[in-house]
């Protein structure tokens, strides 16, 4: 078992305080995907995540992204064509899907009081630059709180948009996902064929 942080650490044992304030959750989230990556093998595994990294966790932990409206999922998409204005000829398809999730067990962060449990603003954790902190080979605030609720047995995160003011994210981690917790792509016999069978 590697040694963590004692900075580290101080969260996780804050992350492991609150679990008793878990919330379940049941309701449908929205994905928006490039077309390559839009297949029902792809689109809920987390794997996309695992790879890269995200705001909510480090590389190597498989994570599930969701929003709670359409209108939030297309601006998390977007971020970072309105972040650098790329040219508009450079813009790509994508599939907006949803999908029904009912897990037992999520760290809420849009809930004030958990934020000031585990000692960090709103401002903090939506601005933090995560993506510049992971290209250093360090571990982001955010991501941190991700794995420490993930080893500390919550099943994923509630959380602001950064993207979407008043917008609300769903982060699960899949791994963590046992019955009678379950995640269901809705229509998936109308998702685009995984790139393995494209002609």
């Known amino acids: ?38 297949n029902k093998n792809d689109l809920i595994s987390g794997d996309g995540a695992s790879y890269f990294g995200g705001r909510w966790n480090p ?28 040219d508009k000829h450079s813009i790509r398809p994508r599939v907006i899907a949803g999908f029904e999730f009912k897990v037992k067990s999520l760290l809420d962060l849009t809930e004030p009081s958990l934020r000031r449990k585990l000692g960090f603003t709103l401002t903090e954790l939506m601005e933090e630059d995560w993506q510049a902190i992971q290209e250093q080979e360090e571990e982001s605030w955010t991501q941190a709180i991700g794995r420490g609720a993930y080893l500390s047995g919550f099943q994923g995160l509630l959380v602001p948009s950064a993207q979407d003011r008043g917008g609300q994210n769903i982060v699960i981690y899949p791994d963590a996902i046992v019955s009678p917790s379950d995640i269901k792509l809705i229509a998936a016999e109308d998702l685009p064929p995984h790139p393995s069978d494209w002609s």
């Open 1 to 38: 078992m590697s040694e963590e942080a004692p900075g580290v650490q101080d969260l996780f044992d804050r992350i492991e305080k609150i679990r008793p304030d878990a919330i379940a959750k049941k309701e449908v989230a929205f994905r928006s995907a490039g077309v390559k990556y839009a």
């Open 59 to 86: 590389p190597g932990l498989r994570a599930i992204y969701g929003s709670l409206s359409v209108q939030t999922a297309v601006r998390e998409s977007y971020q970072a064509f309105n972040k650098f204005g790329f």
